[in-house]
């Protein structure tokens, strides 16, 4: 399974932003899908997950409210909508792919990673 995020950028406090992640190689219709985000000096953290269907979904505490998760399996497709941008969201964002029905917060419960990509958020 091959993923890319794409859609990050540089904006200003209170825009709006949104990530999109496409896999490849395998449909990830059956896994539970997580945005995860890293900081310089910092560990990646848990950002967003939803579940196989996208009926359930789990967020950060830090990002309730402002950031909802989606996906659409027709298109192997996952996206993050960023709202209400703040400074401290910004980061390298990763999608991954969960083992299996996985999309817990820890790193641990995803084996498939894409590579990055960039937001930040200027005050």
């Known amino acids: 399974v091959q993923l890319q995020a794409s859609g990050g950028g540089l904006v200003q406090a209170g825009d709006s932003l949104r990530l999109s992640c496409a896999t490849s190689?395998?449909?990830?219709?059956?896994?539970?899908m997580g945005w995860f985000r890293q900081a310089p000096g910092k560990t990646r953290d848990f950002v967003a997950g939803?579940?196989?269907?996208?009926?359930?979904?789990n967020y950060a505490d830090s990002v309730k409210g402002r950031f909802t998760i989606s996906r659409d399996n027709a298109l192997n497709t996952v996206y993050l909508q960023m709202n209400n941008l703040k400074p401290e969201d910004t980061a390298v964002y990763f999608c991954?792919?969960?083992?299996?029905?996985?999309?817990?917060?820890?790193?641990?419960?995803?084996?498939?990673w894409g590579r990055g990509t960039q937001v930040t958020v200027s005050s």
């Open positions: 190689g395998r449909t990830t219709s059956n896994n539970g």
């Open positions: 939803i579940s196989m269907r996208g009926l359930y979904s």
């Open positions: 991954a792919a969960g083992r299996g029905a996985s999309f817990g917060a820890q790193p641990s419960q995803y084996n498939y």
